[in-house]
Each structure stands twice: as C-alpha cells, then as structure tokens.
C-alpha cells in the first residue's frame, strides 16, 4: 500500500503550482476540470507524475490552522528527496524562505517550507539506507 494522493482546498491554484512546480520540477499537470463542490463551482488540478500527485481545489476560504497550535488538524506532509540542497535553492530561487530547519542528527538532514496556503510541507534527505539509524533520534 501507498500514498497516492492529497487532496488540497487553496486560494488560487497558479499560486500553489508556483511552490510545487519549485519542489518538483519532474512533476506535470496530469488533468484539470471544475466541479461542484456542495454548492460551490470550483476548479481543481491534479498535479503530479504516473505513482503520485496533489490535488489542488481553487476557491479556499479563511486560513490554515495556526501551525504554533493545537489545533485539530493537519500539521505537515512530508516528501523524501536524494538532494536536499537542490530542493532548497530551487524553492529559495523561486521566492519561497525556509520556514524552519529540522533536528540536529547524523542520520538525516531536513528542513520545512510553507507553502502559499500555509500547508506546511517537510524535505528530508536519508543519510542512511538502514532503516534503525533512518528513524533514530541520534
């Protein structure tokens, strides 16, 4: 079993393409269409390559929960990379600033983004192929 996708309600969807197509340079618009969402017309976009991809769903209201909180909800998502530092000077080239850098540990280097909807996204790059150091707190 894997992830296959997540699904995403954002203000205006050029905006989170604008984040992700930074993040994932490899990834293309795999189909586009509007529908109606009780009530509501909107548009959606499902972005991504063959194995996995984001949805996004234009016309979000309000802001995302308060990530220093407590609220129910989503914290962060997180994607697995083999070049960190190229992740981050194509989100930095594109306008986006690290939002916080990850814990200090000889096993993986990460850091945290957030994108222009206030999801908070994770990158983590793997300095180990063994599973026990990949998770450790060292």
Do not use: C
Not at 105 to 113: A, E, L, P
């Amino acid at each position: 079993m894997r992830l296959e996708h997540l699904n995403l309600v954002v203000k205006d969807i050029s905006e989170a393409l604008a984040f992700y197509k930074a993040a994932f340079p490899h990834w293309r618009i795999r189909s586009r269409g509007q529908a109606e969402w009780y009530g509501i017309e909107r548009n959606w976009v499902h972005f991504g390559d063959d194995e996995q991809y984001l949805t996004f769903n234009d016309d979000g209201s309000g802001e995302n929960r308060d990530l220093s909180g407590h609220q129910t909800g989503l914290a962060h998502f997180a994607y697995v990379t083999d070049n960190l530092k190229a992740v981050m000077d194509r989100l930095e080239a594109a306008g986006f600033k690290i939002a916080k850098s990850g814990a200090d540990n000889r096993f993986r280097k990460n850091v945290y983004f957030i994108d222009p909807d206030g999801f908070e996204v994770e990158f983590v790059e793997y300095l180990s192929d063994l599973p026990t150091e990949r998770n450790s707190d060292e």
